[in-house]
Every structure is written in structure tokens, then in C-alpha cells.
């Protein structure tokens, strides 16, 4: 099969021309549902149990199990850990891409869950005042990578990404990725380029993630994904906002 498709999360029939639906056969409300069960916010949990602490995990660990304490089962939340571990189990990815890595929770989510994905990991990887919180770069990220027993290639692009990226993915045309993670630039113009160049080379059946579109401190970020990714055809969107910064992904339903 085509790299252009996740061989997990499509069917292409073997007879030319009976393909009647599009190719994906996951969607939404399949990823939806085991999303926004509380054991994903436990695997969540452990996986944090695994990594080196800063003060945001400190907070987030106390989160979760504040939530998990209080509600139990009926606990409904998500952010971008809990949407990457349901998206590694479900999706098998076979590559993975991220922009803006910093202490690579979000790799380490994917590489706990899918072990053997190839990951390409985009960050400019400065040392200081990176969202007021130290950024201390890949050798680091190598070692959480390990933590969690992730066993495949590893690939570090280091700069900006709009400097970058389009040049990565141009030496690389015939790469696609089964999940991408963009979370990089926050300024509205910077996380729209960020998603128009990745957009393309999210694999049919494969996921794009969008983080902090709940975020205060960003409210521009939510009108970024509903003008890029849930105004393009070829996708279907999921936005969870209710709590936290906000989450948001989108599956890749055809060419």
C-alpha cells in the first residue's frame, strides 16, 4: 500500500473500481468514545509516572487525579497526552511528526503506545523562557523516549519551523505521517502556516492534533483551526474545550 495511507485505518478493495465509500474505516465518533473514557486519563497518569517532572507536570498530576479522585468513571476530559495515547493505540501510526517538542511528553505519549514509530521531532530547542518554563533539548528528549520503551527511528529537525519544515518535507516528498502534532507558534499566522505545510502530508487514515485552542492566553487559536483544518473537506474534526487548554484533532478521511 501507498504511503499516502495507514494500512491499519483503511480498507482499499482489491478490485479496481468497487471502492464505493472513502477509504478511512475509523472516524470521530469511534475515537471519540474511547477518548473520553476516564482510563485513558489513567494511562495518561502512569506515562507521566515515567518521565522527569517540571512544574506543569507537577500540576498535571495532581489534575488528573484530583478529577479521577472526585468522578471516577464519569470523568470526561481530555488534552493533548490523552488524545495521543487514544490516537497511538487506535491508529498504529507508523510516523509521527511534531512541531514544538521542548521536554517531548507529547513523543513520549506516541512512542509508549506505538513503540516502533518512526518519529520526526521539530523544535527550535531554546534553553530559556520557552512558555516561561526551561527547554533543555534532545538529549533529554532522548531519554524520555527511553523511559517509555520506545524502540524506533528517531529524527531531530532543529530550528524554526517555518524555516525548516517546508524544506524537510521537500527533501522528503514522498513522506507521509500517520499522526502530526502541531504545537509550536502560537501567533495566529505562524500556527496557520505550521498547519497548511503539514496538512498535505497527513496520511489518508492518519490524525492531525492541534493543542491549547481553549487557551486564554491564545484565543485565536480555535479561529485558526475552524478556518484551516475543519474548512477542508478532507477532513473530520473533534474539539474538546470544556476543561484545560483545549484539544483538537482531525482524521483524514480521503485524498
Known amino acids: 500500500m501507498s504511503p499516502i495511507y495507514n494500512p491499519f485505518t483503511t480498507f482499499l478493495p482489491e478490485k479496481a473500481g468497487s471502492d464505493y465509500y472513502d477509504p478511512t474505516i475509523i472516524g470521530i465518533n469511534t475515537i471519540s468514545s474511547v477518548l473520553l473514557n476516564a482510563e485513558q486519563v489513567v494511562k495518561a497518569r502512569k506515562l507521566y509516572g515515567l518521565l522527569s517532572d517540571d512544574d506543569y507536570t507537577l500540576y498535571l498530576k495532581g489534575y488528573y487525579d484530583a478529577g479521577l479522585k472526585r468522578f471516577g468513571k464519569k470523568w470526561k476530559y481530555a488534552d493533548i497526552i490523552t488524545v495521543l495515547v487514544t490516537l497511538a493505540e487506535l491508529l498504529k501510526p507508523r510516523t509521527y511528526l511534531e512541531i514544538g517538542v521542548r521536554r517531548g511528553r507529547s513523543a513520549?505519549?506516541?512512542?509508549?503506545?506505538?513503540?516502533?514509530c518512526e518519529l520526526t521531532l521539530l523544535d527550535r530547542w531554546k534553553k530559556k523562557n520557552y512558555a516561561d518554563m526551561e527547554n533543555p533539548g534532545p538529549d533529554l528528549v532522548r531519554r524520555e523516549l527511553?523511559?517509555?520503551g520506545h524502540k524506533g527511528e528517531r529524527h531531530?529537525?532543529?530550528g524554526d519551523s517555518h524555516q525548516v519544515l517546508q524544506k524537510h518535507l521537500d527533501a522528503n516528498?514522498?513522506?507521509?505521517?500517520?499522526?502530526?502534532t502541531v504545537d509550536g507558534d502560537h501567533t495566529a499566522e505562524g500556527a496557520a502556516q505550521d498547519l497548511r505545510e503539514v496538512l498535505?502530508?497527513?496520511?489518508?487514515g492518519g490524525a492531525l492534533v492541534f493543542d491549547d485552542i481553549a487557551h486564554r492566553k491564545?484565543?485565536?487559536?480555535?479561529e485558526v483551526w475552524k478556518s484551516v483544518v475543519e474548512s477542508d473537506q478532507?477532513?473530520?474534526?473533534?474539539?474538546?474545550?470544556?476543561?484545560?487548554?483545549?484539544?483538537?484533532?482531525?482524521?483524514?478521511?480521503?485524498?
Open 108 to 116: 513520549c505519549a506516541v512512542g509508549r503506545f506505538a513503540p516502533r
Open 146 to 148: 527511553e523511559r517509555v
Open 156 to 158: 531531530f529537525v532543529i
Open 173 to 180: 516528498p514522498d513522506l507521509y505521517f500517520d499522526i502530526v
Open 200 to 204: 498535505p502530508r497527513v496520511s489518508v
Open 218 to 222: 491564545h484565543p485565536h487559536l480555535v
Open 234 to 255: 478532507r477532513f473530520t474534526c473533534y474539539r474538546f474545550s470544556e476543561l484545560g487548554y483545549g484539544i483538537g484533532f482531525a482524521i483524514r478521511q480521503r485524498l
